[in-house]
T-cell receptor
Framework: DTAVSQTPKYLVTQMGNDKSIKCEQN?????MYWYKQDSKKFLKIMFS???????INETVPNRFSPKSPDKAHLNLHINSLELGDSAVYFC?????????????????FGSGTQLSVL | AQTVTQSQPEMSVQEAETVTLSCTYD???????LFWYKQPPSRQMILVIR??????QNATENRFSVNFQKAAKSFSLKISDSQLGDAAMYFC????????????????FGTGTLLAVQP
């Protein structure tokens, strides 16, 4: 069973379209994330949700709207796609944590969705 | 704001040799966590090793070890006995201690080092 699964793996679309990427985790984690990896491989957090509540929104254009229907799912909807949105989008999850990480605590990443806007 | 810098965009190593990847970071926090992640061509992000800033002892995981220099804010990764399967992009990452009161596990990544392993 895949711990963090996101669909689709590849998405090719035209500029101006609206698209969604879905993410599900079966680890029972409280916290989920979207990270964006650009063409230079730079990986940056976009959003973080904890138990369906938005915790982090890192100055992302409001064309990007995350939605968390329950704590196991975090979807990303993108309106009016632009060329610069082309990137790999990673979903991730982690258990709720205090300041101190437990020994085996870590982020679990999905395999990424490669979005190409033409 | 915290930043993570990896000054080596690309590195190359011969199979069975040792290579060291550099990472420096900037923070005003005294407690934090540092990580090295590996991203092979499959795109999967794989945790290689982690270091707690309050621990003086350098972390080791089999052939992977770190040289953590807190005062210098340096966190290098040493890969011993390099194998073909080690070829990948390697990312250094920082996690603050307070981190939104524990509600999230936000990582700040460096720009990555692409490691090639020559047979």
């Amino acid at each position: 069973d895949t711990a963090v699964s996101q669909t689709p793996k590849y998405l090719v679309t035209q500029m101006g379209n609206d698209k969604s990427i879905k993410c599900e985790q079966n680890l029972g984690h409280d916290t989920m994330y979207w990270y964006k990896q650009d063409s230079k491989k730079f990986l940056k957090i976009m959003f973080s949700y904890n138990n369906k509540e938005l915790i982090i929104n890192e100055t992302v254009p409001n064309r990007f709207s995350p939605k968390s229907p329950d704590k196991a799912h975090l979807n990303l909807h993108i309106n009016s796609l632009e060329l610069g949105d082309s990137a790999v989008y990673f979903c991730a999850s982690s258990p709720r944590t205090g300041p101190t990480l437990s020994t085996n605590e870590k982020l679990f990443f999905g395999s990424g969705t490669q979005l190409s806007v033409l | 704001a915290q930043t993570v810098t990896q000054s080596q965009p690309e590195m190359s190593v011969q199979e069975a040799e040792t290579v060291t990847l550099s990472c420096t970071y900037d923070t005003s926090e005294s407690d934090y966590y540092l990580f090295w992640y590996k991203q092979p061509p499959s795109r999967q992000m794989i945790l290689v090793i982690r270091q707690e800033a309050y621990k003086q002892q350098n972390a080791t995981e089999n052939r992977f070890s770190v040289n953590f220099q807190k005062a210098a804010k340096s966190f290098s990764l040493k890969i011993s006995d390099s194998q073909l399967g080690d070829a990948a992009m390697y990312f250094c990452a920082y996690r603050g201690y307070l981190n939104y009161g524990g509600a999230t596990n936000k990582l700040i990544f460096g720009t990555g080092t692409l490691l090639a392993v020559q047979p």
